[in-house]
């Protein structure tokens, strides 16, 4: 199987930038090729902790003190930055970590953490107008040669003679991932614009037809199926015995019956089996969500079970 894993955090529930880093050094360290975090402001259930921490600023920081894994969100909202501001900072970021950089960048939907912030919440057929000038806008920076400047007429985001600095690392940019259950605008979108398409939170069986769909779409716009990556996230949960299995569930707040059925919960040969099906419908990445940060163990047993049967 070659399925490429990465741990993917959740940190507005409750995470400081230390227990994001002691996770994503554990990750590194165990062989995992990518650490990605959510980019939200407000808890979904509970109280947050500490509060939430601003998703490109601790990645600036593991940029600096990690080396090889991946690093990235899963996603970014439009609605929170402004697309040329966030591609100077991704860009900037990608130059800290070397070229490891990845930008999920979706339309935002949780109007609470706009309303708990004082962020603009538009309808949602106007954020995803925005999406897509942001992905317009991102892309052309980083894409207009040295020397040139870059304009765009758009109706949320005019852009005129920018010197389209700063510049990442990578070659063209740094690559950018879309997804979602959208029949019409997400596919397109993914097409035109990412390197990445992916399906969140949905069985194998649901994966695959979001795929079909995606490559369907870049059949009918003269791009190549196979060069946009499909990828799936799902949430963990690894056990060697039924007692650790069901504390670990329980940490998360979640059954472990109902975690079997709607996630990679179970021994580490039954999530290696889980993980067959999702490469058999095209996934070549899963994004791994881990909600308890402070059991670094269930991460040294999930790459000890699963990861090294899939190298």
């Known amino acids: 199987?070659?399925?490429?894993?990465?741990?993917?955090?959740?940190?507005?529930?409750?995470?400081?930038?230390?227990?994001?880093?002691?996770?994503?050094?554990?990750?590194?360290?165990?062989?995992?090729?990518?650490?990605?975090?959510?980019?939200?402001?407000?808890?979904?259930?509970?109280?947050?902790?500490?509060?939430?921490?601003?998703?490109?600023?601790?990645?600036?920081?593991?940029?600096?003190?990690?080396?090889?894994?991946?690093?990235?969100?899963l996603v970014t909202s439009a609605?929170?930055?402004?697309?040329?501001?966030?591609?100077?900072?991704v860009?900037?970021?990608?130059?800290?970590?070397?070229g490891r950089v990845e930008l999920g960048l979706g339309a935002g939907w949780f109007e609470a953490e706009h309303t708990a912030y004082g962020i603009p919440f538009p309808p949602l057929g106007e954020r995803f107008d925005r999406l897509e000038e942001q992905l317009a806008v991102i892309t052309g920076l980083w894409t207009t040669e040295a020397g040139k400047t870059f304009s765009h007429k758009g109706t949320h985001y005019p852009v005129v003679d920018s010197p389209a600095l700063a510049k990442p690392v990578q070659a063209g940019g740094v690559p950018i991932i879309i997804g979602g259950?959208?029949?019409?605008?997400?596919?397109?979108?993914?097409?035109?614009?990412?390197?990445?398409?992916?399906?969140?939170?949905v069985s194998a069986t649901d994966a695959g037809r979001l795929f079909e769909r995606v490559r369907g779409v870049a059949r009918e716009a003269g791009r190549e199926p196979g060069s946009l990556r499909c990828s799936a996230a799902q949430v963990v949960c690894v056990g060697s015995d039924d007692a650790t299995l069901r504390r670990r569930a329980g940490a998360i707040g979640r059954d472990l019956d109902e975690l079997r059925d709607n996630g990679l919960a179970g021994s580490p040969d039954e999530v290696v089996e889980k993980l067959a099906a999702f490469e058999a419908v095209g996934a070549e990445r899963v994004y791994l969500q881990v909600l308890d940060l402070s059991d670094l163990d269930h991460l040294s047993d999930v790459a000890d079970g699963v990861l090294r049967q899939l190298t």
Do not use: C
């Open 91 to 98: 860009a900037g970021v990608d130059q800290m970590s070397g």
């Open 181 to 201: 259950g959208g029949k019409r605008r997400t596919p397109a979108l993914a097409v035109r614009y990412a390197a990445e398409f992916n399906a969140p939170f």
């Open 1 to 73: 199987m070659t399925v490429d894993l990465h741990l993917f955090t959740e940190p507005q529930q409750g995470a400081t930038y230390g227990d994001l880093l002691a996770v994503a050094r554990a990750a590194e360290d165990l062989g995992f090729s990518g650490f990605f975090r959510s980019d939200h402001y407000l808890a979904m259930g509970g109280d947050g902790g500490a509060g939430p921490t601003d998703a490109w600023t601790t990645l600036a920081g593991l940029a600096r003190e990690t080396s090889t894994i991946r690093l990235g969100t």
């Open 79 to 89: 609605t929170f930055r402004l697309p040329g501001p966030l591609a100077i900072q």
